[in-house]
């Protein structure tokens, strides 16, 4: 379980990006962080891995405070996080693998690293990670050349590499086209489901929110203002969390969404209903 106790960031101009935070993620639960921009989001997941030093409160991963963990500890520590991020922070020149295998940095010694020399078993799993996710075929193609959904499986796989307790996802689809989002947060969800991982999701996209996480936690000014299911977001809620709009479109639009179900092909679909 990941537990946030009265987290507080304040900067240097005084602007206080988290107001005393209180939050519990259990153990494989997927949750989405929503908010407009400036809310706090990105801090928030920053904070938990220290990208972002905390001003004050407490960070728990399970029985461990992460808030007072040296430099050293902190390395250790972090390898039980796996990070997914919005610009996916591939080295282009690098093939698919050897992207993959950096994220086993953490556990191997220096000249193994240096001339890319990964234990059979990391490789082997490198593997089965890169055909869980459909790109077994690309392994030995650089970064610069896949497509912006590709890189961020590419990432994925990087992140589960580290066989993590925990996944920080800072808005994974971003940069991706409606389809390709939906197929990334869908896989985000079966492989937290299938490894039993827990996740914070930062993402803009309320839609891809309510369709993909088990819960929604809005911030607002660095503040929690909501905290339940996807289908509390009722529009009195939307507007407190972002302010005024015709927010009953976008929960018709999710309502659509649900009865239309997965993406499925629709002979498949007439198929399996007959």
Not at 13 to 34: C, F, R, S, Y
Request: proline content about 5%.
């Amino acid at each position: 379980m990941l537990r946030l106790t009265d987290l507080v960031k304040q900067y240097k101009t005084g602007d206080k990006a988290l107001k005393n935070v209180n939050l519990e993620v259990p153990d494989g639960q997927v949750m989405a962080l929503i908010g407009p921009s400036g809310a706090g989001k990105s801090t928030l997941i920053r904070c938990v891995n220290r990208l972002v030093e905390p001003t004050s409160g407490k960070i728990h991963l399970n029985d461990l405070e992460l808030t007072t963990l040296g430099q050293g500890s902190l390395r250790r520590t972090r390898r039980r996080m796996g990070m997914i991020f919005q610009e996916y922070a591939l080295v282009e020149r690098l093939t698919v693998m050897e992207n993959v295998l950096s994220g086993r940095l953490g556990y191997v010694p220096f000249w193994r690293s240096y001339f890319r020399k990964f234990p059979q078993a990391d490789v082997n799993e490198a593997f089965r990670l890169l055909e869980r996710v459909g790109l077994d075929h690309m392994v030995d193609k650089r970064a610069d050349e896949l497509s912006g959904g590709q890189r961020q499986r590419v990432g994925i796989c990087r992140a589960l590499i580290q066989n993590p307790e925990l996944l920080l996802v800072d808005e994974p689809t971003a940069s991706l086209d409606p389809k390709t989002s939906r197929q990334i947060m869908r896989l985000i969800r079966e492989l937290c489901e299938e490894r039993k991982l827990s996740a914070i999701i930062n993402i803009h996209d309320v839609l891809l929110a309510q369709m993909f996480a088990e819960r929604i936690v809005g911030l607002q000014l660095g503040e929690i203002v909501y905290d339940g299911p996807p289908d509390g977001l009722t529009p009195d809620v939307l507007t407190q969390i972002y302010g005024e709009e015709d927010w009953e479109a976008t929960i018709e639009k999710v309502d659509d969404e649900d009865e239309l179900g997965d993406d499925t092909p629709p002979q498949q679909q007439a198929a399996t209903s007959n």
